[in-house]
């Protein structure tokens, strides 16, 4: 296991990641619960079984998987409502895509089953995607898994992620 150091990133609405970075071959695969992540605290377990979790994903037998890890600081909240306000805009996003679609293929039966059509499935469509998407809280704790393995059939890429409840 080739721990290449951990640096900081501001990430989006002022979200500040510590990012570890480490290269793993198949020998290592035993130890990776061994790891701690201190900006973990109480939740490294949580971690490092995600960690577990990824690298079996990607299958790398004899190749080098490059791993980044990044934890971030705790949320504040206004981060934690900037990200919800996103959240919402997903849902009513997909609500218009998916809505209108059923409203146009609804339409072929006449206007008004079009727009039963489509409302029914834009709002099914929007509470599948609320219910998806998590909610944030101030002190929540933001894990990003990001795996790559080189060779082989080519380049594989893979991430995670993980909400540290506060």
Do not use: W
Request: charged fraction near 15%; charge should be positive.
């Amino acid at each position: 296991m080739n721990f290449e150091g951990t640096h900081q990133y501001m990430g989006n609405h002022g979200i500040v990641f510590n990012i570890s970075q480490i290269t793993l071959t198949d020998s290592d695969r035993g130890r990776l619960r061994e790891l701690h992540f201190g900006e973990a605290k109480h939740a490294h377990y949580q971690v490092t079984s995600k960690v577990v979790e990824v690298y079996d994903k990607m299958q790398a037998k004899n190749l080098p998987c490059v791993m980044m890890v990044g934890i971030s600081k705790p949320l504040t909240r206004q981060q934690a409502d900037t990200l919800n306000a996103q959240r919402t805009s997903i849902a009513n996003l997909a609500l218009s895509a998916f809505g209108g679609a059923a409203r146009a293929v609804g339409n072929l039966a006449g206007p008004v089953a079009g727009l039963a059509a489509g409302t029914a499935v834009g709002m099914g469509v929007r509470s599948y995607v609320n219910d998806v998407l998590p909610t944030y809280h101030a002190g929540d704790v933001v894990v990003s898994i990001q795996a790559q393995v080189s060779g082989g059939i080519g380049p594989q890429r893979t991430a995670e992620s993980l909400i540290i409840r506060a």
